[in-house]
């Protein structure tokens, strides 16, 4: 593990809170009541952990972060701070170089022509997964949440679906490493990985039928086709970027509704509410610990800070923020008034997640095709402790699940 940091000279110390979100233990038992918990911390506190870095806590603040980008650069986005080798286009971006790429990439590989299937495909791959439980019973974590994601993932890049379990080893090393060196060693194996597949499926485009992939091919950035080392980079943001999100996520949904038959039964009953449901789910279980960088030095909300500080806009914070959110641990399905909330589990602003439809559509359709299917859910009986696995994001080690099935 990181050894604590110096505090720095210009940080006051009423303002030091210890805050290890990659490898303290409260937050792998108890997660969200952990986090909740942060509501008695200040308003902005340094944490000497993960190299030290700001935390910011009312989700009203953790917008203007995540918005920003004169006053909080994306270019560092690790906590801990990595080393920038290793570059994510368009993550790593500011406006208005952010602009254009993130323009032509929604406008190319996450166009309508592009998702065309994701629905039917998504669809066929929940069936094909549950049927493949056993009966009655599965540990959701490998068996599907995993799974689904990738697979669909590949399945849009083209790519063989053998290759999951290769793609699955670095991706763990990126968002569960406990320490920069093990985060660094994701993300080069990352690139090695991705420089030789790109390499392999752009000297014959032809040969993949892939419809992302196909986008990626065809794309052109300011007229032009963009460079190898570009469409890499893109290609790495892709798989890195789209993946382990929606499997965290997944993991901690599938545990509230296997927990709570009420909201289980209403899914149920109104499944035409499922959109609209999935909102408050995602403000309630957001995943994500998101770095930033103070792009100059400024006071922000009564803080100074110096240029280049570490910033985290955590999405689990912001969704437990108390005086956003009355009783902010409760799921509430109607906390809407029969409308979407608005959250900030995909981020907000110019870096708003690209993926977002993508990951909306796969966790709406698993909630529509599983639920059905698993009647009387529940926690399977025989299951110990269930423990998070701490990371850059939150999900859960295993969840053994069982349902009733009929004899």
Partial sequence: MNAPAP??????????????????EAIRQDPYGYIAGLKDCPDIFFSPDLGGYWVVRPSAAIGEVFSDHERFTATSLAIPKRDSSVVLIPNNFDPPKHTKYRKAMANSLFSPRALATIDADTRDFTLKLFEAFAPGRCEFVSEFAYKLPIDTFLNLMGADLSLRDQCLSWIKLIFRGRTVEETNQGFIEAYTWVSQWLEEQLADPSRNSGSMFQALAQMTIDGEKPAFDDLRAMTLMLFSGGLDTITSQMTHIMRFLAESPAHRQYLLDKPEE???????????????????????????????????????AGTPIAGLDPDEWEDPLAVDFQRGGGKRVKHLGFGAGPHLCIGAYLARKQLTIMME???????????????????????????????????????
């Fill in 7 to 24: 505090i720095p000279d210009h940080v006051p110390a009423e303002l030091v809170v210890p805050f290890d979100f990659r490898n303290d």
């Fill in 369 to 407: 095709e599983l639920l059905l299917r698993m009647p009387n859910l529940r926690i399977a009986a025989d299951t110990e402790a269930i423990e998070n696995a701490a990371g850059a994001t939150m999900m859960l080690r295993s969840l053994p699940l069982e349902w009733d099935v009929a004899g």
């Fill in 274 to 312: 499922i959109p609209v449901a999935l909102e408050e789910l995602l403000r309630r279980f957001g995943i994500s610990f998101i770095g930033r960088a103070a792009a100059k030095d400024q006071t922000f909300h009564g803080v100074f800070m110096k240029q280049g500080d570490v910033v985290c």
